[in-house]
């Protein structure tokens, strides 16, 4: 097998902020104020749009999608099995709201076990043809069942993502491809026809391949693939972000669509919430469910129903899909909803005195703020880790960025992130400074949000 290549993702998150054109958003900096002086008049401040940031996937939307492949299995001898009328009902509903939404999409056939079968191919326009960044997921079902869970999840998850690309109008550096494949269950067969019918020409266009089968398990775990670091990265990001831990797939590499893409040379990655192993005992304690029992006790069963789906898991994962595409994707252009917003008014923080603070007031958006916030600040200080750092939102709420024993740095430049999804985006957003040790001088030059 050959190893894959590292990606060449360019990661917005290593501190090296991309900064694409000025947005004309209005955004106002208040002058830097100790607490509880008189702001002075508005400062100027330079607003940015970077690459945006993903958008919250809808659990609804994409729970309607299991509704629909629930009943197209009631409504076909109670399964979505390759070969049976369930399986290209499935197909058929998954193409047309993919070309409602604009997508070019293409139906693959092979046969197997002497029924045809169909793989489901949907391509963003635009984007670097010679990178392909592409998400996948099986959609057929054992004959024993729906297959909601599996993989009914990582279906209408992968959907929900691409219909979230064509509201934003993502324009992607990369070209972003998606995948919907028969005859996982007869032995991942839709994914290795597809493959297979890939030139090598065209295999080495490959940025990456994500592969989502299993991600709504009743009694869930976390797992990320641990095939691409690149990959991986992004994914095991996304969960500390929102300070959930996580553990490598390690039900056994090659067991789903991914295993025809690595093989071929091919980055691979993917989210799981387990199947027919049981939790243990340690991963119930950190991910909460039931210890003792299956990830998924109706694995392969007549009971994987719409029941059978844990809705945080299932959001949880959706949302990660969306940020693996943005992120992966080295988004473009900022869609609706995606930008920075800055203060530069340099602020002089006092020797061991009061706390300083710095403002950004936000407008124009909707809804909360991400579950991944990312708040970067720039200070110049020339003595070790006495600075306190505190993210206040709008109602006030102080989320701590940084103790004062926590950084070996004189100067501090660095992103971190917040899980502020509780917090309203639109408001004034503050970033509070305390230099809490004698015979030290600083300053915050600079210090940004991006949603
Ligand atoms: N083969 C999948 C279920 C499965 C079992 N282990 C893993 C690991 C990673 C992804 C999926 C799976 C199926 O039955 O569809
Ligand atoms: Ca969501
Ligand atoms: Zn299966
Ligand atoms: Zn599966």
Redesign the pocket.
Known sequence: MTLSPSLGFTHRRSGTLRVAAVSALAVTGLLATTAGATAAAPAPTRTTAAAAAAPDIPLANVKAHLTQLSQIAAANGGNRAHGRPGYKASIDYVKAKLDAAGFTTSLQTFTASGATGYNLIADWPGGDPNKVLMSGA?LDSVSAGAGIN??GSGSAAVLEAALAVSRAQLKPDKHLRFGWWGA??LGLLGSKAYVNSLPSTERTKFAGYLNF??IGSPNPGYFVYDDDPTIEKTFKDYYAGLGIPTEI?T??DG??DHAPFKNVGIPVGGL?SG?DYRKTAAQAQKWGGTSGVAFDRCY?SSCDSLTNINDTALDRNSDAIAYALWTLSAGGTTPPGGTDYENTTPVAIPDAGAAVTSSIAVTGRTGNAPAALKVSVNITHTYRGDLVLDLVAPDGTAYRLKNSSSDSADNIVATYTVNASSEAANGTWKLRVQDVAAQDTGTLNSWKLTF
């Open positions: 099986h599996d993989n996982e269950e089968d299993m797939e039900e056994g067991r789903s799981f199947a392969h």
